[in-house]
């Protein structure tokens, strides 16, 4: 089926290249052109594990194109996919410009009905208003326009493997038409006809469930998913406060509840809390969608304050330890969010070095993908691609994000050429004993120190 992506960020990219590799044949379009440059000549702008060889292989095969001419792409799918930005205004509620400007594009271009969905993070009741901006501005006729939501679960850095093997796919709508073009183009991921990057021919035999619902009700599950999730994240932390008052070990306790299926063992991971594009927006566009709704959402607000206050418990952690933080030389490992993405912002590491900077520690970073993006909110730290430079002579390291090559560091040989064995992990990464037994003072989350 040919089919029009709007937006290329992270959404946007990850979807059109797997649908493309689904056998789709796909257009996309950004409203920044560099961008779309870029691509044409085959740069990807952003980094996620294997999405080079799928837009790659897309091109080769020519199943994906890229034009920076919105018309030229609205016109040229029967299905569009709207994945451009919803970021937070300072209210919290969702910033639904952009998506308001590709409605009114869509209906000034389109020359031939479309189905037009939604894959951009929205609160509920958008698709009504994008239903009302389409018929509004379109130039009548007998053009018709069908909305549908399509909300995305990638996560960032598993982005492709979560497109080709997601655990449901939810798919909103208010027409059969809708309902069955979506079901044609999801059909090849359902039955798993398509050339995985990641299994080499081994796919993960796990069935994935394509769900019919409303379009209010895809758009809830979406804020409903992602809120739930970081709720247990705060849950999880606030569990390791308490185990450090009462002397007991945050991952046997979290394991242990994690193994009752009813709970489950993931998103309890304790530590320096939740960053992304995701979480914290979301969170503060369901607590300002259900107010304007009339639902004081008080549990979601607990959360984010506990997640806020995470830097805080960090910081005691690091002044008891370093004791006094100006003129002392700080490695800082991890500059993502999370592990496998280049990803930054509301990485919880930016505000570690903002308030580093503040109290005059020299702060020396490392971080395997996101350097370079952080150069342009701290020109003035040093950079390292390798770990153990930033660990040369530092009076402390402190560990803000989970990468595998943070996990698997050399710490006997680190400590070798450290001023001080300090490590204070905001992830947990390593075991107690083991840092004691290389007479590392070692602080972390939630676990007795030995
Ligand atoms: C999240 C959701 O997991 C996706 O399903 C969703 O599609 C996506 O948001 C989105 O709305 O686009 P993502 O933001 O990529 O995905 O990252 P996650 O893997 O969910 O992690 C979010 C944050 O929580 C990271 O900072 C991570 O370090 C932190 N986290 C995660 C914890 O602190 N503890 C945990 O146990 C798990």
């Not at 990219?13 to 044409?40: P, Y």
């Not at 932390?237 to 308490?242: C, F, K, T, Y």
């Not at 709970?263 to 979301?282: E, R, S, V």
Request: include cysteine.
């Amino acid at each position: 089926m040919r089919l029009t992506v709007i937006g290329c960020g992270y959404v946007g990219l990850v979807t059109g290249a797997c649908l493309a590799a689904a056998g789709h044949e796909v257009f996309c379009t950004d409203i920044d052109s560099k961008r779309i440059d870029q691509l044409k000549v085959g740069k990807v702008p952003i980094y996620e594990e294997h999405l080079e060889e799928v837009l790659n292989h897309a091109v080769a095969e020519k199943k994906i194109s890229y034009t920076s001419d919105p018309g030229e792409a609205i016109r040229a799918g029967e299905v569009i996919f709207i994945c451009v930005g919803t970021p937070p205004k300072n209210s919290g509620e969702a910033d639904l410009s952009a998506i308001d400007h590709v409605a009114r594009q869509i209906a000034q271009e389109a020359q031939a009905s479309k189905i037009v969905v939604e894959k951009s993070t929205v609160p509920a009741l958008t698709g009504k208003q994008l239903q009302k901006a389409l018929a509004a501005y379109s130039r009548g006729g007998d053009m018709k326009f069908h909305v549908a939501s399509n909300p995305e679960f990638l996560r960032e850095g598993t982005a492709v493997g979560d497109f080709f093997h997601p655990d449901r796919i939810v798919v909103g709508v208010e027409d059969e038409v809708s309902a069955k073009k979506l079901r044609e183009i999801y059909a090849p991921i359902l039955q798993k006809k398509f050339s995985c990057p990641i299994h080499a021919g081994k796919c993960p035999d796990a069935p994935s469930e394509l769900l019919i619902t409303t379009i209010n009700s895809a758009e809830l599950i979406k804020h409903a998913s992602n809120s739930f999730l970081a709720l247990k994240i705060s849950y999880a932390n606030v569990i390791a406060d308490l185990c450090e008052r009462i002397g007991a070990d945050v991952e046997e306790v979290t394991h242990a509840m994690g193994l009752d299926p009813r709970i489950g063992t993931q998103f309890l991971k304790a530590g320096l809390g939740f960053g992304g594009f995701c979480f914290p927006k979301d969170i503060q566009a369901f607590i300002h969608l259900s107010s304007s709704m009339g639902i004081d959402f008080e549990m979601l607000k607990a959360a984010e304050t506990v997640n806020k206050q995470r830097i805080d418990r960090y910081f005691e952690k690091i002044h008891k330890a370093l004791w006094v933080v100006k003129g002392k030389r700080v490695a800082v490992l991890g500059l993502a969010f999370k592990a496998n993405t280049d990803d930054i912002r509301f990485a919880p590491a930016l505000e570690v070095i903002r308030r580093l900077l503040a109290e005059g520690a020299e702060v020396h970073a490392s971080d395997p993908e996101a350097i370079s993006r952080t150069k342009a909110f701290f020109p003035n730290i040093t950079y390292h691609e390798d770990p153990y430079e930033a660990l040369k002579g530092a009076d402390a390291a402190l560990v803000c994000t989970e990468w595998k090559s943070f996990r698997e560091l050399d710490w006997e040989r680190a400590g070798k050429f450290m001023a001080r064995r300090l490590v204070i992990d905001g992830r947990n990464l390593y075991s107690p004993q083991t840092m004691q037994k290389l007479d590392f003072d070692y602080h972390c989350f939630g676990r007795p120190q030995h």
